[in-house]
């Protein structure tokens, strides 16, 4: 399991740099001590940072929410342009006949931002006790509202940990362009009337 973590992470090494980061920034955000910001190590902790332990239920939502939702909004964006040029457009090559290496990077730091998108294992299970612990004070709507998005955080936290993320980022980055085909002509017309 670890060998298998660590050769996903370090394939999509720009996803597990930006995790890491948005982790580091989301902590000097909320004033938590930082006790290893390391990025890149060769144990669990790869694309993670060492933090004190997270007792507020706001904290401990935004040290897992936060990175994820930066890292799936650059790997949306970034996974949209390279696969939308090479899957649905066909544009492997440019017009002098090399390599459009610009298509393939953008869905490679796509693809790896998609697959570094959720908290460690520690931070998904301090989330599950500050919100639904029996110490916790949390309004029972607030329970309710926060429940899909910490069943997501919670799921990924176990199938990154296997490098599964890795096969759905790419599955996804197959099927964005048959997305966006069966959309688009629904959102033109929108925009055009």
């Known amino acids: ?63 897992a929410f936060f990175p994820f939702l ?51 294992i520690e931070d998904a299970l301090a989330l599950k006790s500050a919100l639904y612990g029996k110490d916790s004070h949390v309004n029972i709507v607030v329970k309710i509202i926060a429940a899909p998005i910490f069943a997501i955080l919670y799921a990924g936290a176990y199938l990154q940990q296997w490098g599964v993320t890795l096969l759905t980022s790419v599955g996804f980055s197959f099927l964005m362009p048959l997305i966006f085909r069966s959309f688009l002509p629904q959102l033109m017309a929108a925009l055009a009337a």
Not at 29 to 37: A, H, K, N, R
Not at 89 to 115: D, P, R
């Open 70 to 120: 930066f890292n799936l909004l650059f790997g949306l964006v970034l996974t949209a342009v390279g696969s939308m040029n090479i899957f649905c457009l066909g544009e492997f090559f440019t017009v002098s006949g090399m390599v459009n290496l610009a298509s393939f990077l953008f869905l490679w730091v796509g693809i790896s931002c998609l697959t570094n998108l959720f908290p460690q």
């Open 1 to 63: 399991m670890k060998i298998v973590y660590l050769i996903v992470k370090y394939i999509t090494v720009v996803g597990t740099f930006l995790q890491a980061f948005f982790e580091h920034l989301t902590c000097r955000m909320y004033g938590i001590l930082v006790e290893d910001g390391r990025y890149l190590r060769s144990n669990e902790m790869c694309g993670h940072i060492e933090h004190e332990l997270l007792k507020k239920p706001s904290t401990a939502f935004g040290i």
